[in-house]
């Protein structure tokens, strides 16, 4: 599947190539079908999408870069502003709520001196509050750059995990 021609490609080759896979999992005439596992590779890559990055995928797809905009901005697994190393997704809804997912949200903000939507100093940690997971039985639960699901997130849990991504650098 070759790609629509772009002179000024952002991503590296390995994550064209990855898109260019997912596209061939769709007819050649659906290439816009492939828009939400490209923004994945690209945040994956980047760190987050930006406005460059989203007219890159658009021209990439065939896509007008307003439709990927909207995709990149409905869901939001999706960042279009930088964030931290590590986001933290911190599961609030009732369910969790119930099950101390406030108290794991309120003792993430204290530990790590930042509130919702914010960014540590260092660049490491940017917390953010989830809609629900799917994991109600598993409460509290969070989610680290939208792809590890933690569990029964205690404040001794939280510490270890903390802990264990600050190593990871």
């Known amino acids: 599947m070759s790609a629509v021609q772009n002179p000024q490609r952002l991503l590296s ?4 190539a990855q898109i260019d896979r997912e596209l061939g999992k769709y ?6 079908s492939a828009v939400m596992s490209a923004l994945a590779i690209a945040q994956r890559e980047q760190g987050w999408v930006s406005a460059e990055v989203i007219n890159d995928i658009a021209a990439y797809l065939g896509m007008r870069p307003i439709a990927v905009h909207e995709v990149a901005t409905f869901y ?9 190393r590590y986001k933290l997704g911190i599961c609030t809804n009732l369910p969790c ?6 108290k794991a949200g309120e003792y993430l903000k204290q530990k790590l001196g930042i509130d919702y939507g914010e960014t540590t100093a260092d660049g490491m940690f940017t917390l953010k509050e989830t809609e629900c997971l799917g994991s109600c039985a598993d409460a509290p639960v ?6 590890r699901m933690c569990s029964f997130m205690s404040n001794d ?5 903390l802990a264990e991504l600050k190593a990871q650098g």
């Not at 939001?76 to 931290?84: F, I």
């Not at 849990?157 to 995990?161: E, I, M, Q, V």
């Open 27 to 32: 007819p050649p005439d659906q290439r816009q």
């Open 142 to 147: 969070m989610l680290v750059n939208n792809d």
């Open 76 to 84: 939001g697994m999706y960042e279009t502003r930088p964030v931290g």
């Open 97 to 102: 709520a119930l099950r101390d997912g406030k």
């Open 157 to 161: 849990r939280l510490d270890a995990l």
């Open 13 to 16: 080759d390995d994550a064209y």
